[in-house]
């Protein structure tokens, strides 16, 4: 692994500058707004739709995209770019049916979602839920994936790797304390500097290929290259296996199912994440809804871009690695001495020169800290407004919520560190990327069952709501953990495949997929014993859902763009 010297240095210590600098100038600009809460958590009415877009990507685009993707790339090529793609076509639908209910409503957060469709219970349940899942998996997996990674690419040490999660949850505080506001308009500045030093990566690991394999340094040849010798990298569906599928190609099945992937799970993580989430929606709720149209359709462009920047990286370590090169950078932090695919993005990042090794490690920083910031925003605003406001002190001025937003960004901080210190959770076991989906996956049918039925089933009632978190966790628990166990590997419902370890295992999306539509069916059961209008039912017009002729027309390109490239790698 290449050392850092002074060029490399200089450029991340200017990155760190321009952003603390820009970052400080914002909060004293605005000082006086921070001070109200629906600026502090929203940034209400400030950010443009270029700054909502930036905003979404640097907090969605963090270590799990560039080393949990990059190793999954590594593992299974092009198929997980899936999970991008499809986002992209889940932002439409978000921009297009799921803001303009959010803004026409007046909601600032999901809990208050919750509790103004629904009611308090509702609301309360599903607030301690996320402050779970923010904290215990997304906060502490970022946080731990991107110590591994800076780690790996300084060549440093256990005690450098504790020494990095304390410098990034000190840089990330920094900016978060100052509000959405101060979190929305340094996104833009991480976010150049995570495409720039993202594909300035991309275009040496592919030069780097091209030139072992005899083609000169040309990133082009290079793409080429790793087609010809990783073609099984190159599918976006996986078949379904069979007695003569290796143990690889189950693997691989287990974590993409082929279309059974496109018909059930991959549309829950995507519409829950991008559309029922705090983390991001926080972004456009402060919004007009043309701003937050555009603003989110923006983040559709950019997510186009994102496997070109985490996934190729991946892919160019895997065919290195088979042609011999690689091998001591692959093993790093082994524990079984097999090879740890989440070691690729750094492995790549060795090949980089002096001074482009500054600016990738600026851009990865810039990724996790982003992300760090805007989750952490989004656990203070679900703890003040949600738990703090209404249970704790109603009585709470604005400077005080501010506060107690500040402080709890600082004890979420502090237990994602005391969880990362040892990787308590088991991070790093299965890839950080698959770490992160599946225990999100847990929460996402029943999350994602409540809202479309909030949304638009007038007759959906508390009780089916209370009933569909209840039972919509539970249900995922049984078919990620116990079904294959309780009624066999092979049902009407379900194939189970055994995974590396020998186990039987039925693949995470089809089980949030049976999870959720079971979770419907039981919600849509509770409520038949309802009023045909549920007095908590929102009020829709058409109108609401119409678009600008610009919007259409980024919705048109967007399609355009994802289907040729189906066509291209199906």
Same mark, same amino acid.
């Given at each position: 692994?290449?050392?850092?010297?002074?060029?490399?240095?200089?450029?991340?210590?200017?990155?760190?500058?321009?952003?603390?600098?820009?970052?400080?100038?914002?909060?004293?600009?605005?000082?006086?707004?921070?001070?109200?809460?629906?600026?502090?958590?929203?940034?209400?009415?400030?950010?443009?739709?270029?700054?909502?877009?930036?905003?979404?990507?640097?907090?969605?685009?963090?270590?799990?995209?560039?080393?949990?993707?990059?190793?999954?790339?590594?593992?299974?090529?092009?198929?997980?770019?899936?999970?991008?793609?499809?986002?992209?076509?889940?932002?439409?639908?978000?921009?297009?049916?799921?803001?303009?209910?959010?803004?026409?409503?007046?909601?600032?957060?999901?809990?208050?979602?919750?509790?103004?469709?629904?009611?308090?219970?509702?609301?309360?349940?599903?607030?301690?839920?996320?402050?779970?899942?923010?904290?215990?998996?997304?906060?502490?997996?970022?946080?731990?994936?991107?110590?591994?990674?800076?780690?790996?690419?300084?060549?440093?040490?256990?005690?450098?790797?504790?020494?990095?999660?304390?410098?990034?949850?000190?840089?990330?505080?920094?900016?978060?304390?100052?509000?959405?506001?101060?979190?929305?308009?340094?996104?833009?500045?991480?976010?150049?500097?995570?495409?720039?030093?993202?594909?300035?990566?991309?275009? &040496?690991?592919?030069?780097?290929? *091209?030139?072992?394999? %005899? #083609?000169?340094? @040309?990133? =082009?040849? /290079?793409?080429?290259?790793?087609?010809?010798?990783?073609?099984?990298?190159?599918?976006?569906?996986?078949?379904?296996?069979?007695?003569?599928?290796?143990?690889?190609?189950?693997?691989?099945?287990?974590?993409?199912?082929?279309?059974?992937?496109?018909?059930?799970?991959?549309?829950?993580?995507?519409?829950?994440?991008?559309?029922?989430?705090?983390?991001?929606?926080?972004?456009?709720?402060?919004?007009?809804?043309?701003?937050?149209?555009?603003?989110?359709?923006?983040?559709?462009?950019?997510?186009?871009?994102?496997?070109?920047?985490?996934?190729?990286?991946?892919?160019?370590?895997?065919?290195?690695?088979?042609?011999?090169?690689?091998?001591?950078?692959?093993?790093?932090?082994?524990?079984?001495?097999?090879? &740890?695919?989440?070691?690729?993005? *750094?492995?790549?990042? %060795? #090949?980089?020169? @002096?001074? =482009?090794? /500054?600016?990738?490690?600026?851009?990865?920083?810039?990724?996790?800290?982003?992300?760090?910031?805007?989750?952490?925003?989004?656990?203070?605003?679900?703890?003040?407004?949600?738990?703090?406001?209404?249970?704790?002190?109603?009585?709470?001025?604005?400077?005080?919520?501010?506060?107690?937003?500040?402080?709890?960004?600082?004890?979420?901080?502090?237990?994602?560190?005391?969880?990362?210190?040892?990787?308590?959770?088991?991070?790093?076991?299965?890839?950080?990327?698959?770490?992160?989906?599946?225990?999100?996956?847990?929460?996402?049918?029943?999350?994602?069952?409540?809202?479309?039925?909030?949304?638009?089933?007038?007759?959906?009632?508390?009780?089916?709501?209370?009933?569909?978190?209840?039972?919509?966790?539970?249900?995922?628990?049984?078919?990620?953990?116990?079904?294959?166990?309780?009624?066999?590997?092979?049902? =009407?419902?379900?194939?189970?495949?055994?995974?590396?370890?020998?186990?039987?295992?039925?693949?995470?999306?089809?089980?949030?997929?049976?999870?959720?539509?079971?979770?419907?069916?039981?919600?849509?059961?509770?409520?038949?014993?309802?009023?045909?209008?549920?007095?908590?039912?929102?009020?829709?017009?058409?109108?609401?859902?119409?678009?600008?002729?610009?919007?259409?027309?980024?919705?048109?390109?967007?399609?355009?763009?994802?289907?040729?490239?189906?066509?291209?790698?199906?």
């Amino acid at each position: 692994m290449s050392k850092l010297l002074f060029q490399d240095k200089l450029i991340f210590v200017i990155y760190f500058i321009i952003v603390a600098s820009y970052g400080y100038y914002i909060y004293r600009k605005k000082k006086k707004a921070v001070t109200a809460t629906h600026d502090f958590f929203l940034a209400e009415g400030s950010l443009t739709w270029w700054a909502i877009g930036a905003s979404l990507i640097a907090s969605n685009i963090s270590a799990e995209q560039f080393i949990g993707m990059s190793g999954n790339g590594f593992t299974i090529g092009i198929a997980v770019a899936a999970y991008e793609w499809i986002a992209a076509i889940a932002l439409i639908i978000v921009a297009v049916w799921f803001i303009p209910i959010y803004l026409r409503n007046k909601i600032y957060t999901m809990p208050q979602f919750l509790k103004t469709r629904y009611n308090e219970t509702v609301a309360l349940i599903m607030a301690i839920f996320w402050l779970f899942l923010y904290v215990f998996v997304n906060l502490t997996s970022i946080l731990f994936l991107g110590a591994v990674a800076i780690n790996n690419l300084t060549g440093g040490t256990e005690n450098n790797f504790h020494i990095i999660i304390i410098a990034l949850s000190i840089f990330a505080i920094l900016i978060t304390l100052g509000g959405m506001k101060v979190i929305g308009f340094t996104d833009v500045i991480q976010v150049l500097v995570l495409i720039i030093g993202g594909l300035a990566t991309t275009y &040496v690991a592919l030069t780097v290929v *091209s030139k072992e394999f %005899g #083609y000169g340094e @040309n990133a =082009l040849a /290079g793409f080429n290259a790793l087609i010809k010798n990783a073609p099984d990298h190159f599918h976006m569906i996986f078949k379904k296996p069979d007695a003569g599928s290796t143990q690889h190609e189950v693997d691989n099945y287990l974590t993409i199912p082929g279309l059974l992937s496109y018909a059930c799970g991959i549309w829950i993580v995507n519409l829950n994440y991008w559309g029922c989430n705090q983390y991001i929606t926080q972004r456009a709720l402060g919004a007009n809804l043309e701003t937050a149209r555009k603003g989110i359709l923006f983040a559709g462009f950019l997510k186009l871009l994102m496997p070109v920047i985490v996934m190729l990286p991946g892919i160019a370590a895997y065919v290195l690695h088979q042609k011999g090169l690689l091998q001591a950078e692959m093993l790093a932090n082994s524990k079984n001495g097999q090879v &740890v695919s989440d070691n690729a993005y *750094s492995a790549i990042l %060795g #090949y980089l020169p @002096n001074g =482009l090794i /500054g600016l990738s490690l600026a851009a990865l920083t810039a990724a996790i800290v982003a992300s760090l910031a805007g989750k952490a925003n989004s656990i203070s605003t679900i703890f003040t407004l949600d738990i703090y406001k209404k249970y704790i002190n109603k009585e709470a001025s604005e400077q005080k919520m501010v506060w107690t937003g500040r402080i709890t960004i600082l004890a979420a901080v502090i237990i994602s560190i005391m969880l990362t210190w040892h990787d308590s959770l088991g991070i790093g076991g299965e890839g950080g990327f698959t770490f992160i989906q599946k225990y999100t996956g847990f929460v996402s049918p029943g999350v994602l069952a409540i809202f479309l039925l909030g949304f638009f089933w007038k007759r959906t009632t508390g009780a089916a709501a209370v009933a569909g978190v209840i039972v919509g966790f539970l249900l995922s628990v049984l078919f990620n953990v116990y079904a294959p166990s309780w009624f066999g590997p092979d049902t =009407l419902l379900y194939t189970a495949y055994k995974n590396s370890a020998g186990n039987y295992e039925i693949p995470f999306h089809i089980c949030m997929g049976l999870a959720f539509v079971f979770t419907v069916i039981i919600m849509v059961l509770i409520s038949l014993g309802g009023p045909k209008v549920n007095q908590h039912a929102l009020k829709l017009d058409k109108a609401m859902f119409k678009v600008s002729p610009g919007v259409l027309a980024m919705i048109v390109i967007t399609l355009l763009i994802i289907s040729l490239l189906y066509v291209r790698f199906w």
